[in-house]
């Protein structure tokens, strides 16, 4: 089965990114072990597809110059992930209705589209409205990661077809020592100027988290989980900036790799983590993670799964003394693993869905 993975990767500067890529080709690999695997996104475009503007792909539509069309007719299945949490209109519509369109002509193609397990919504405008109500309808198979994005399409007219979790726990655990004790992650996106919170107050929490762990005996690693790139929120320049400001010696691990990432985050005792897929890379490794919420997309997985630990910098009054306690509870490690065997049942519905879908493709 030749099977196109939508908006993620394997080399993405976003390790978030290459989880979603690596864990949805990992769940389809469950179904069809021999699957062929193509990765589509903005940083790997085949040159058939051209995604920078709704403008070039609808011309390319009409005229067909580029042949993207007979190049989408050539696979069996199309699993759309929309990068995890940009089905959604809160990065704008444009964006939305880029990646909308490649589904869409991918069904004009007559390839099965697959929504694959993501966050649905917010949708906070009409337009955002209508092209997710059309995109739900067109897709052959859909699946949310959150019961309120299972919420979200059921308001739109389409509900889903599968509740599952996210794609990162079907990938391995790696098996190693616990060397590490808090490992942090500063996020980039949150550190300069952004749409979601207080920058200037985020970096304050940030500093005061580092103070208390420090007063509490806590050894610490800054982690980057969106490496250096095009892109401005890397992570790497924020955590510069940090230590640069600090006397502090920190350890900093700059991951080669998602392998390399998820090896860190398991050797750790706990990971506080401002980049969601910091911490879902945490626990599907079985490392408890304490999330620093910065958008509606943490809260509702987590709480589906049991995993109520976690601070959102948007509401809380004392972010850092929320976080610091959470940190210090003997109880985390023994929640963690409790985790993983809800994750996996949840990954089953997944499984038995996909594998619907394939049989009707190979029918």
């Keep these: 089965m030749r099977t196109l993975i939508l908006w993620a990767d394997d080399a993405s500067p976003n390790l978030g990114v290459r989880a979603l890529g690596a864990g949805t080709a990992a769940l389809l690999r469950r179904v069809d072990p021999k699957a062929d695997i193509v990765f589509q996104n903005y940083g790997v475009r085949a040159p058939q597809l051209p995604i920078g503007r709704l403008r070039s792909l609808v011309k390319e539509r009409v005229t067909g110059t580029k042949g993207m069309q007979r190049w989408l007719a050539g696979f069996d299945l199309i699993v759309d992930t929309r990068s995890g949490d940009s089905f959604a ?6 964006r939305l209705m880029v990646m909308s369109a490649v589904s869409e002509f ?7 589209v697959v929504l694959g397990p993501q966050t649905i919504g917010p949708f906070d405008t009409a337009t955002g409205r209508a092209v997710a109500r059309r995109s739900l309808r067109r897709a052959d198979l859909v699946m949310a990661r959150d019961n309120q994005s299972a919420k979200a399409a059921k308001a739109l007219g389409r509900p889903v077809d599968v509740l599952t979790t996210d794609v990162v726990f079907a990938l391995p655990r790696p098996e ?3 060397s590490r004790d808090v490992v942090l992650n ?9 749409p979601h919170v207080d920058h200037a107050e985020y970096r304050r929490t940030v500093h005061c988290l580092l103070d208390g762990l420090a007063a509490d005996g806590r050894e610490v690693t800054l982690l980057a989980h969106v490496l250096e790139s095009d892109n401005p929120d890397s992570d790497i320049h924020a955590i510069s900036e940090l230590t640069a400001e600090r006397r502090d ?13 998820r090896r860190t985050v398991a050797s750790a005792n706990v990971v506080l983590g401002s980049r969601m897929h ?11 993670a304490i999330p620093l919420a910065y958008s509606r997309k943490f809260g509702p997985l987590l709480g589906d799964l049991g995993w109520t630990r976690s601070v959102d910098l948007r509401t809380a009054a004392d972010a850092a003394g929320d976080a610091l306690a959470q940190v ?11 985790l993983l065997g809800v994750t996996e049942s949840r990954l089953a519905r997944a499984t038995t869905a996909l594998t619907t879908s394939v049989e009707r493709v190979a029918a």
Excluded: F, H, M
């Design 186 to 194: 500063v996020s980039g996106l949150l550190w300069y100027p952004n």
């Design 249 to 261: 010696s920190l350890e900093v691990v700059t991951p080669r790799d998602l392998d390399d990432v």
């Design 278 to 288: 910091a911490c879902l890379n945490a626990l599907s490794t079985g490392t408890p």
């Design 106 to 112: 991918a069904a004009q193609a007559g390839v099965p």
């Design 328 to 338: 210090a509870d003997d109880g985390l490690a023994d929640e963690a693993a409790l």
């Design 176 to 178: 190693v020592e616990k």
């Design 89 to 94: 209109d809160i990065y704008g519509t444009r």
